[in-house]
């Protein structure tokens, strides 16, 4: 065979060998990674003055497992009805254009990214969260607010108690007007805390907030103050009528002065005559108005008492029914 023809059936061999492989790759389709995010517990909030949830997924490398080390899945919104929609309000999925290997995700969170808080990092306010666990071909994720990234604390929200009591400490006798001021007391002589939560770190995104709100008008809504255990002052020591020394060393308040508050609030007159009194987690964070405005995760209520001074009364756990909770599933389809 001469030279021509030897060169002619080698390029004949590789145009065949071109088409094959042109006809193979156009069925072949390329892996594309998905995922379904389903939640619980979590309530609508103010994208102008809380912020916007946030979905992050964390990815596994030799280095430190710090914010740096979270990928953005996207940010979303809660309805009235509880439907997760985007920031638009159109439909939401997961956003995994920044994850190339969804087998590298160790973990998920869901923060609250504050009003004007763009950074590529997570923000302080980590809402849930979970490790990653493998289902069949599924990548899932359990979220709860006890993960370790988050609040571990909060498994034993379940098992606290809360008891209260009218009294006013600040006028130097208890029984004088206590019907102008609530403590988480468990006896007349603030011996003994009234409340079993567990201890919050200050290190913590969250801590606890207490209030009093009018039943015959929930606008009216009174700060009790913020605290971090059940055995020491709140921050709120606004309307007492005697210097901080007189006061309980304990979560609670005194309303003895006129027009204090103040503002559009009227002033406490008789918390015997129609209030309740309630425990909510808040996060540490908030700024502005959100601090007068008790967050959504409430922990325990109750009517105010209407008994004579020393009389104790429980307030109902209602935190199991209010903890966030969600799922994420990742696959390759």
């Known amino acids: 065979m001469n030279k021509f023809r030897m060169n002619l059936l080698f390029l004949t061999i590789l145009a065949a060998a071109l088409v094959l492989c042109s006809c193979g790759d156009s069925s072949v389709?390329?892996?594309?990674?998905?995922?379904?995010?389903?939640?619980s517990g979590l309530k609508p909030i103010d994208k102008n003055t809380t912020g916007t949830y946030e979905l992050w997924g964390s990815i596994e490398s030799g280095a430190d497992h710090d914010e740096n080390a979270f990928r953005s899945m996207g940010r979303f919104a809660i309805t009235p009805s509880g439907e997760i929609t985007d920031t638009s309000g159109g439909s939401f999925s997961p956003n995994l254009g920044k994850i190339s290997n969804i087998n590298n995700v160790a973990d998920v969170i869901v923060?609250?990214?504050?009003?004007?808080?763009?950074?590529?990092?997570?923000?302080?306010?980590?809402?849930?969260?979970?490790p990653k666990q493998i289902q069949g071909g599924e990548l899932v994720f359990a979220l709860s607010m006890s993960y370790a990234d988050v609040l571990p604390p909060s498994s034993l929200f379940s098992s606290s108690t809360a008891q209260a009591l009218l009294a006013s400490p600040s006028?130097?006798?208890?029984?004088?007007?206590?019907?102008?001021?609530?403590?988480?007391?468990?006896?007349?002589?603030?011996?003994?805390?009234?409340?079993?939560?567990?201890?919050?770190?200050?290190?913590?995104?969250?801590?606890?907030?207490?209030?009093?709100?009018?039943?015959?008008?929930?606008?009216y809504i009174y700060n009790i103050g913020r605290f971090d255990r059940p055995?020491?002052?709140?921050?709120?020591?606004?309307?007492?009528?005697?210097?901080?020394q007189m006061m309980w060393l304990l979560p609670g308040h005194d309303w003895m002065l006129p027009n204090c508050p103040g503002g559009s609030l009227p002033d406490i007159s008789d918390l015997t005559s129609g209030y309740t009194v309630f425990i909510t987690l808040e996060p540490r964070y908030e700024q502005g108005t959100e601090l007068f405005a008790p967050f959504y995760i409430k922990l325990?209520?109750?009517?105010?008492?209407?008994?004579?001074?020393?009389?104790?009364?429980?307030?109902?756990?209602?935190?199991?029914?209010?903890?966030?909770?969600?799922?994420?599933r990742l696959k390759a389809n």
């Open 29 to 39: 389709t390329e892996l594309q990674n998905s995922g379904s995010l389903s939640l």
């Open 111 to 130: 923060t609250i990214q504050p009003p004007g808080y763009f950074d590529t990092i997570p923000s302080n306010i980590k809402v849930i969260g979970g």
């Open 171 to 219: 006028t130097g006798i208890a029984s004088s007007d206590y019907r102008k001021g609530i403590w988480f007391a468990a006896d007349t002589n603030a011996g003994a805390p009234g409340l079993t939560l567990p201890v919050l770190a200050d290190t913590t995104e969250w801590t606890y907030q207490a209030w009093v709100m009018s039943d015959s008008n929930p606008a």
């Open 231 to 244: 055995n020491a002052q709140d921050n709120n020591q606004q309307c007492q009528q005697n210097p901080p």
């Open 300 to 328: 325990f209520t109750s009517p105010v008492s209407s008994g004579s001074f020393g009389t104790i009364f429980s307030l109902q756990n209602v935190s199991s029914s209010n903890l966030p909770s969600g799922e994420l």
